[in-house]
Each structure stands twice: as C-alpha cells, then as structure tokens.
C-alpha cells in the first residue's frame, strides 16, 4: 500500500513567521513530489513540484526534496493570513500513472 | 481554455437515485482523473483515462460508479443506487502525458445523498 502521510495540524505561525509543512511516502520508486494548496471548500491548487534532491525556491515558498529519507517539506517565508489554507502533499506512484495524496497539513496564520 | 470545468457544481439526491457528473479537461491534456475527497481526508484516486482508455480504476470503485470518456474529450461519472457513504466532493482532474508535470483540478462536485 503506498502511503503519503502528514501531520494533519492545525499548525499555527505568526504572520511573518517562517511556516514549514513535512510529508513523507512510503515508495521508494517515487520521482515527482508536489504541494497543493486547498482554501476551504475549493479545489486544490498547484503550487511547487521538485523532483531532485536539494531545495527548490519559488517566490515565498521552498519545496525540499530527500529521496533517501523519502521525505518532502515545503517552506513558507513572511507567512500572510492568505496562506492559511490547507497544504496537500502528493507523490507520484510510480510509472507516472497517477498521484497520491496525503491527507494535508491545516495551516493556520494568525496577525 | 479556461481550465478544467466541472458541472454540476453541487448535488443532493435521495438514497438510491443515480446520478452523473460531468468533466471537461483542458483541450490539450490527453490524461483525465477523477477522485473523490471527504472532510479532512486529502483526494483518493478513482479512475483514470489516456484519451478514450480508462487505463486504471481504483478498488474504491465498486460495480455501483462507472466511468467513460467517449472520443478522448469530457468524461462522466455515474455512480448508481447512491448510498449515504457516497456524500463527498467528486474532483476532476487533467493532465499532459507525464503526471510528473502535475495536474490540473477542476472546481469539483460536490454530492450530498440524503
């Protein structure tokens, strides 16, 4: 069974603050990783993908990628109450068929 | 292209009625899915197409939920004989060959059986 886990939250940060969401996935053969953002009631949205090791920076935000600890984390530098949201990790399943998600981290921004 | 559009946007049905949804994927995205999302749980995979093959299908995809995509372009979703189990927003999702690129979501539909 492969997996995608994240601590469900909530996580709360002050805005301004540095908000870091983690992931790990349990297969091994995964090469795609990628953030989604969900606001309440909508769909998700694309916001980072990575696929090597090392960090990738976009704007505000820093995917991670560490394939020996199968691990992903997403930074968000000067968190702003707009980013309070929920942050949906997913991880392609091999053969780039499809991908799996986890059950998303509730990210809370208070000013 | 404005996207991937789902239709209808909300559904409430009585226990045992069928019901179908609607996707449009973005014109130049040969690759469609459809998961399903209930409250606090992150989007689980039913089905997906390349073109006119639906190539894959879920377990969570009992004999009640079929799924088409005639000519390769929108796709339906059916889901017979609702059950209250089947409350839950319904997403639609394209891509281009290699979901490595990521995909697209529709707005989603969201169904309440009541």
């Known amino acids: 069974q492969k997996e995608v886990e994240q601590n469900s939250g909530p996580l709360s940060v002050p805005e301004g603050a540095i908000a870091s969401l983690n992931c790990t996935y349990s297969d091994r053969v995964s090469q795609s990783f990628f953030w989604y953002r969900q606001y309440s009631g909508k769909s998700p949205e694309l916001i980072m993908s990575i696929y090597s090791n090392g960090d990738k920076e976009d704007g505000r ?23 309070s949201a929920t942050y949906l990790c997913a991880v392609d399943a091999g053969g780039y068929n499809k991908l799996i998600f986890g059950a998303g981290t509730r990210l809370a921004v208070h000013p | ?106 707005s989603g539909t969201r169904l309440t059986v009541v």
């Open chain 1, 61 to 83: 935000f820093t995917a991670q990628l560490n394939k020996a600890s199968q691990y992903v984390s997403l930074l968000i530098r000067d968190s702003q109450p707009s980013d």
């Open chain 2, 1 to 106: 292209d404005t996207g991937v559009s789902q239709n209808p946007r909300h559904k409430i049905t009585k226990r045992g009625q069928n019901v179908t949804f609607r996707c449009d994927p973005i014109s130049e995205h040969n690759r469609l899915y459809w998961y399903r999302q209930t409250l606090g749980q992150g989007p689980e995979f039913l089905t997906y197409f390349q073109n006119e093959a639906q190539l894959e299908k879920s377990r969570l995809l009992s004999d009640r939920f079929s799924a088409e995509r005639p000519k390769g372009s929108f796709s339906t979703l059916e889901i017979q004989r609702t059950e209250q189990g089947d409350s839950a927003m319904y997403l639609c999702a394209s891509s281009s060959d290699r979901v490595d690129y990521g995909y697209t979501f529709g």
